[in-house]
């Protein structure tokens, strides 16, 4: 599904910038794609996207 028309992003490549480009945040994001440049009408979708893909990456278990 296409969240950024305007560029033709879709979540697909949001969700793989958070976990192969340890993307964090839209400031991050934008680092990889051009996502909110235009209109900006995509960027509240684009945060959502990236909180829900944190949130079902596996706990980071320290190993001391
Ligand atoms: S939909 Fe993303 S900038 Fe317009």
Redesign the pocket.
């Known amino acids: 599904m296409y969240?950024?028309?305007?560029?033709a992003?879709s979540d697909k490549a949001i969700r793989n910038a958070v976990r192969q480009q340890n993307v964090r945040s839209i400031r991050e994001l934008k680092n990889f794609v051009p996502?909110?440049?235009?209109?900006?009408?995509?960027?509240r979708q684009a945060r959502e996207i990236i909180n829900e893909e944190i949130s079902s990456l596996p706990p980071i278990i320290n190993v001391a």
């Open positions: 969240i950024c028309l305007c560029n992003i996502v909110g440049s235009d209109c900006g009408k995509c960027v």
